[in-house]
T-cell receptor
Framework: AQSVTQLGSHVSVSEGALVLLRCNYSSSVPPYLFWYVQYPNQGLQLLLKYTSAATLVKGINGFEAEFKKSETSFHLTKPSAHMSDAAEYFCAVTSSTGTASKLTFGTGTRLQVTL | DTGVSQDPRHKITKRGQNVTFRCDPISEHNRLYWYRQTLGQGPEFLTYFQNEAQLEKSRLLSDRFSAERPKGSFSTLEIQRTEQGDSAMYLC??????????????FGEGSWLTVV
């Protein structure tokens, strides 16, 4: 079975500050990992994904994440927060050995950006 | 570029009524997924299709839920005899893959269900 744990249901940063959203995974096989963003009353948009190529993954809107197998982590970062980054962020995992991309999501982290 | 579209976006229904949601995936995507998301939670997998075949169903999908994907194109999710606990957002997603996993899954904007 696979799972992800997102530490911190709410994170608040000032505009221009570093954004760090934490995600730890559990998987008995090599995982594929994803970060999605959800704006209010909308569906999910893919930010970035790790599929066993480079461990540092760059995504859209200036976000990036680093896969660390030794720490079973896939934390999401952005050097400088913008007001438009305020949203809910979900980490998700699927098995690299599975036959379908069924995703298991974390409970989400709500990012608040203040002036 | 047309994304995944879902209809209706919002539905309010009385307990005991049946509701049906429709999903149109991205053209030529062979996989289609249904997820459910309740307030404060991440999406939970319900079921998925490869072309017209329903290949996996979550135990979350009770007997009151049925999903179809005739002809491997659009899909419908029907909930019979709705209960208040069915209130959630139902997300449809699609992807293209010949084998394996790791391909990008694209989500629609969801269909909100409120059972009163």
């Amino acid at each position: 079975a696979q799972s992800v744990t997102q530490l911190g249901s709410h994170v608040s940063v000032s505009e221009g500050a570093l954004v760090l959203l934490r995600c730890n995974y559990s998987s008995s096989v090599p995982p594929y990992l994803f970060w999605y963003v959800q704006y209010p009353n909308q569906g999910l948009q893919l930010l970035l994904k790790y599929t066993s190529a480079a461990t540092l993954v760059k995504g859209i809107n200036g976000f990036e994440a680093e896969f660390k197998k030794s720490e079973t982590s896939f934390h999401l970062t952005k050097p400088s927060a913008h007001m438009s980054d305020a949203a809910e962020y979900f980490c998700a995992v699927t098995s690299s050995t599975g036959t379908a991309s069924k995703l298991t999501f974390g409970t989400g982290t709500r990012l608040q950006v203040t002036l | 570029d047309t994304g995944v579209s879902q209809d209706p976006r919002h539905k309010i229904t009385k307990r005991g009524q049946n509701v049906t949601f429709r999903c149109d995936p991205i053209s030529e995507h062979n996989r289609l997924y249904w997820y459910r998301q309740t307030l404060g939670q991440g999406p939970e997998f319900l079921t998925y299709f490869q072309n017209e075949a329903q290949l996996e169903k979550s135990r979350l999908l009770s007997d009151r839920f049925s999903a179809e994907r005739p002809k491997g194109s659009f899909s419908t999710l029907e909930i019979q005899r709705t209960e208040q606990g069915d209130s959630a957002m139902y997300l449809c997603a699609s992807s293209f893959s010949l084998t394996g996993s790791g391909n990008t899954i694209y989500f629609g904007e969801g269909s909100w269900l409120t059972v009163v």
